[in-house]
């Protein structure tokens, strides 16, 4: 039997065997799922902070009690889940958009063919969350999508125009160690000021808060510009944490933007009172 050798195999082999796995999983370059969970809580953490007390309300029963940073890396997570494997694969290609040059002006039939982008997936969601004739279930699951696919449509690699795969097929090394420019941005440039993320979105709350501009369209064309002009990709492929101290201000700013446009999206699809007003 082809496996009878392991099945064989005592408890110190198969402790030993584990081990290995263990730092080959370690020696591998980190999977890039955007802003990473930290980045991901901090956006839904600061825009519940920006909600009306009806949008709060409507959020709170809709998610079971849950809050906006509890299922803000939801999306990601479904991956991982083999129940859920499906959903995701569905669901792939709406957490980033590729554009076709350096313009980094936004076509959607060039740029989001037949939806499948995540500009086009934020209008989607944001329609069925707004609608109330809808089941609770998948109002509640739109809403999960909205919190996450906002925050990754200001990640800016997340909105490239290099054929790259938005960062992830641009080989770096990382304090010493393999991975990918996407993967750098994902995590480390926002840990590089060593804090949790609750405490993290505790500093930035203290900063002016940035007006609640645009669509998902200009914020996507937002984030391409930044990997045109904000020197996300370096002239050297070996970084360490002088590359992320310089990114960090600019992470930092579209983690603020995010919450900021996100509060403001979903108070206008949960307030009623605001819908029934006109008010933006």
């Keep these: 039997m082809a ?33 990473g969970p930290a980045g991901h809580r901090m ?7 920006q909600l009306t007390p009806a949008a709060k309300a409507e959020t709170r029963r ?20 083999p129940g ?4 995701w694969r569905e669901t792939a290609p709406l957490h980033f958009v590729n554009f076709a040059g350096a313009s980094c ?20 969601y944001a329609a069925v969350l707004g609608d109330r004739t809808r089941p609770d279930a998948q109002r509640a699951e739109a809403l999960r999508f909205l919190v996450h ?8 690699l997340h909105a490239g125009y290099r054929p790259d795969r938005g960062g992830n097929r641009y080989q770096v090394r990382w304090n010493g160690r393999g991975t990918n420019l996407h993967a750098v941005w994902d995590s480390p440039v926002l840990a590089s000021r060593r804090l949790g993320w ?10 002016p808060r940035p007006r609640a501009t645009g669509e998902s369209v200009a914020w996507a064309e937002e984030s391409c510009r930044a990997t045109r002009d904000g020197g996300l990709y370096p002239k050297t492929h070996v970084l360490d944490g002088n590359y992320a101290a310089r990114m960090r201000p600019l992470a930092e700013q579209r983690v ?8 403001a999206l979903l108070n206008r699809q949960l307030d009623a009172s605001r819908q029934r007003s006109g008010k933006r």
């Design 105 to 124: 002006r936004y076509v959607a039939r060039r740029d989001c063919p037949d939806g499948r982008c995540i500009v086009a997936g934020i209008e989607r």
């Design 149 to 156: 696919f906002v925050a990754d449509v200001h990640q800016p």
């Design 198 to 207: 609750k405490a993290h979105a505790d500093v930035l709350a203290r900063r």
């Design 256 to 263: 603020l933007e995010a919450a900021a446009r996100l509060a």
């Design 84 to 87: 859920q494997r499906a959903l």
């Design 62 to 81: 809709l998610l079971g009690g849950q809050s906006l940073a509890d299922v803000a890396p939801w999306a990601d997570e479904l991956r991982n889940d």
């Design 43 to 49: 956006v839904g953490e600061l825009a519940a902070r």
């Design 3 to 35: 496996h009878s050798g392991v099945l064989r195999a005592g408890p110190a082999s198969v402790v030993a065997l584990l081990r290995i796995l263990c730092l080959l999983l370690i020696a591998l370059p980190a999977l890039a799922l955007a802003w």
